[in-house]
């Protein structure tokens, strides 16, 4: 088993690309989420999907969307993306009837 | 106020010693805490995951939870090498879909 797995991992954008980040997970977990991690600020949550066909915000959704596509994947769309959004970005995945989240290798991104 | 506090170190220690590592919160809502370990450039890894107070055992480590004083605890026995890394608190409301709120990270290093 692969676990979560997360392309690309390594992205440089000019301010205003757009560009998806692709998460799928083979535990047939039904939840999954995107973080992303800064330094000095820690994990924080973007979105979340509890389960297929649900999607909510997290603590820091603007300039993102997301789309549950289905079981298995989660995408995360920075439309136009800014300089503030270079981060290090997670997938992780869960049951979803226990919070016990498992988390990818992570998607680092640079705008510039 | 950070709804979770935690030291970012470094903390460094000699082989063999023990390690305390802790987290405060203020949100008394929380009622599932998770330690995750995570090496430099790679993702978050599940190391105990605990519901509400009381402690948990896995090989060397134990986990502490004071829903009382709002403080957990990580206890690393018998500090090897290869225990250098950042090690994140997190916490969650709900058992189910919820997000996770993390701490910063401590960034432990064991000396040889």
């Known amino acids: 088993n692969a676990g979560v797995t997360q392309t690309p991992k390594f992205q440089v954008l000019k301010t205003g690309q757009s560009m998806t980040l692709q998460c799928a997970q083979d535990?047939?977990?039904?939840?999954m989420y995107w973080y992303r991690q800064d330094p000095g600020m820690g994990l924080r949550l973007i979105y979340y999907?509890?389960?297929?066909?649900?999607?909510d915000k997290g603590e820091v959704p603007n300039g993102y969307n997301v789309s549950r596509l289905n079981k298995r994947e989660f995408s995360l769309r920075l439309e136009s993306a800014a300089p503030s959004q270079t981060s290090v970005y997670f997938c992780?995945?869960?049951?979803?009837?226990?919070?016990?989240?498992?988390f990818g290798p992570g998607t680092r991104l640079t705008v510039l | 106020q950070k709804e979770v506090e935690q030291d970012p170190g470094p903390l460094s220690v000699p082989e063999g010693a023990i390690v305390s590592l802790n987290c405060t919160y203020s949100?008394?809502?929380?009622?599932?805490f998770m330690w995750y370990r995570q090496y430099s450039r790679k993702g978050p890894e599940l190391l105990m995951y605990?519901?509400?107070?009381g402690n948990k055992e896995d090989g060397r480590f134990t986990a502490q939870v004071d829903k009382s004083s709002k403080y957990i605890s990580l206890f690393i026995r018998d500090s090897q090498p290869s225990d250098s890394a950042t090690y994140l608190c997190?916490?969650?409301?709900?058992?189910?879909?919820?997000?996770?709120?993390f701490g910063k990270g401590t960034h432990l290093i064991i000396q040889p």
């Open positions: 999907s509890a389960s297929e066909g649900t999607t």
């Open positions: 997190a916490m969650a409301p709900g058992g189910g879909a919820d997000g996770l709120t």
């Open positions: 992780a995945s869960s049951s979803g009837l226990v919070n016990e989240q498992f």
């Open positions: 605990t519901y509400s107070s």
């Open positions: 949100n008394s809502a929380f009622q599932y």
């Open positions: 535990m047939n977990h039904n939840s």
